[in-house]
């Protein structure tokens, strides 16, 4: 199945079961960042749309715990940068509705949280297509020891996503019943 039809299909589905308020135990992500985080490390978050997995409540957790946020900005070269982000900052909407921080303090963080449309147990993702997580983790991966943490409900798993060689391997993947490593 094209990735286009699989992103379809799986947004519909993340639609009904967010209408049925799924609970997500934050604990298992925060467990995951604890084991890889000194008080020094960044991690670059995702502000949640199109029935994500919202995260804004854990964020906050983060926050008041002094750990450093940040958000991706859409460049216009099909590239993203991570910005530092507090929850008490003003955000502005990108040209996909995305909420993105204003462009203060540019920061590579050490911990990624990437939105998932669907995955596979290989640890490979579909997101909505546009390949920025995938650059970038590409771009910074060879720089830096980049944890990268997929955030999804298991309803959005499938047997295989059609991965190529632009696709990138996430090394956890945490849903509301299990974590795959």
Known sequence: MLKSKIRKKIINIRKKNNLQNIKFSFLKIFKEIKKNISKKKIIGVYYPVNFEVDILKFLNKLKNKNIQLSLPVIKKNSEMDFYTWSNTDLLKLNKYGIPEPEQIKKVI??????????????????????????????KFSSKKNLLKIGIAYSCQKINRVPANNYDKKLDIIITEKYILK
């Open 109 to 138: 963080p050490d911990i990624l949280l990437v939105p998932i449309v669907a995955f596979d147990n290989r640890l490979y993702r579909i997101g909505y297509g546009g390949g920025y997580y995938d650059r970038y983790i590409n």
